[in-house]
């Protein structure tokens, strides 16, 4: 069964750091590419961030690029995300989700499955 | 970026019935860079629809996916118990910038 773990999220005072992660397992994680989505509470998803498989290729949303690094360790199965200079509208459920890619000429990104989150609070 | 545009906002209706989601991209995008999520109240997202409308391992007949240029839809063509939720719109066709729509509630009328 393919799973991923979130961990490490709660509240920090903005303009804070918080590091989280997610095991993954039951698939060939250093096949896959990686990504973080979030959900700030009652609203939408937002995608926030995509590795490749090696972890030499990352991607961010506008609103965190330069703030937020995506990481990764084959070894250990897992992915992190390292978030600096926190804001109040980062707070938000973080999902950690599997990158499924489709197509050949042209591919597409969809995310599945995904983890069942972890809370990360902004506030003073 | 490429902004998505769900309606309605809430869809209310009886279990039995069909159900019609419709999602609007900002520009013209390849249908087959868009997809469907449900989300259940306190779960994780779920991904129903990738490719515009190849269904994933897992998912019912009963969800379809359509659509070209700027109009997608997702239909459920007859609503079981367990399909009142969220549902989001994805869109790749801008990569490796990912958007969402901002969601359809299908509630039990």
């Known amino acids: 069964e393919v799973r991923l773990v979130e961990s490490g999220g709660g509240l920090v005072q903005p303009g804070g750091s918080l590091r989280l992660s997610c095991e993954a397992s039951g698939f060939t994680f250093s096949s896959y590419w990686m990504s973080w989505v979030r959900q700030a509470p009652g609203k939408g998803l937002e995608w926030v961030a995509n590795i490749n498989h090696d972890g030499r290729e990352a991607y961010y949303v506008d609103s965190v690029k330069g703030r937020f690094s995506v990481s990764r360790d084959n070894d250990k199965n897992s992915l992190y995300l390292h978030m600096n200079g926190l804001r109040v509208e980062d707070t938000a459920v973080y999902y950690c989700?599997?990158?499924?890619?489709?197509?050949?000429?042209?591919?597409?990104?969809?995310?599945?499955?995904w983890g069942q989150g972890t809370l990360v609070t902004v506030s003073s | 970026d490429i902004v998505l545009t769900q309606s309605p906002g809430t869809l209310s209706l009886s279990p039995g019935e069909r159900a019609t989601l419709s999602c609007r991209a900002s520009q013209s995008v390849i249908s087959s860079s868009l997809g469907w999520y449900q989300q259940k109240r306190g779960q994780a997202p779920r991904l129903l629809i990738y490719?515009?409308?190849r269904r994933a391992t897992g998912i019912p007949d009963r969800f379809s996916g359509s659509g070209s240029g700027t109009d997608f839809t997702l239909t459920i063509s007859r609503l079981e118990p367990e399909d009142f939720a969220v549902y989001f719109c994805?869109?790749?066709?801008?990569?490796?910038?990912?958007?969402f729509g901002g969601g359809t509630k299908v509630e039990v009328k």
């Open positions: 490719g515009g409308s």
């Open positions: 989700a599997r990158v499924i890619i489709s197509g050949v000429v042209i591919q597409s990104r969809w995310f599945d499955p």
């Open positions: 994805q869109q790749d066709d801008s990569s490796p910038q990912i958007t």
